[in-house]
């Protein structure tokens, strides 16, 4: 079967993601607007960071967000949603776009 890095139908391209190394270039990330703070967790003062594994796709955007290390008190949800509007510059091998999983750590802390 071709590899089809569009990510368009899920079940096929779950074959085509590259993880970094052999070659590939880590995508790098362009656009990441702040994570906001849940109410629940300002309230109860709650801080740390959650950690989510993404796909970036051919055109810099993240899919299949996945919880690695989740947080409580709404944090995680509030991490899914700011990384979901990420934009990257995607990961390249031998000068073609592919798509690329990575982790993304997104920090809560009060200061």
């Given at each position: ?27 790098i ?14 309230r109860?003062k ?6 989510l ?12 967000i ?46």
């Amino acid at each position: 079967m071709a590899c089809d890095s569009s990510l368009e139908d899920p079940v096929s391209a779950v074959s085509c993601i590259n993880h970094l190394g052999n070659g590939i270039t880590a995508p790098i990330v362009l656009n990441f607007p702040a994570a906001q703070f849940s109410d629940e967790a300002r309230r109860a003062k709650y801080q740390g960071d959650c950690i989510l594994s993404l796909v970036v796709d051919t055109r810099g955007m993240p899919k299949n967000i996945r919880v690695v290390k989740p947080l409580g008190y709404g944090l995680t949800e509030k991490a899914i949603e700011v990384v979901s509007q990420y934009r990257f510059k995607p990961a390249m091998k031998d000068g073609t776009l592919v798509p690329v999983r990575v982790d993304v750590e997104v920090a809560f802390h009060l200061y």
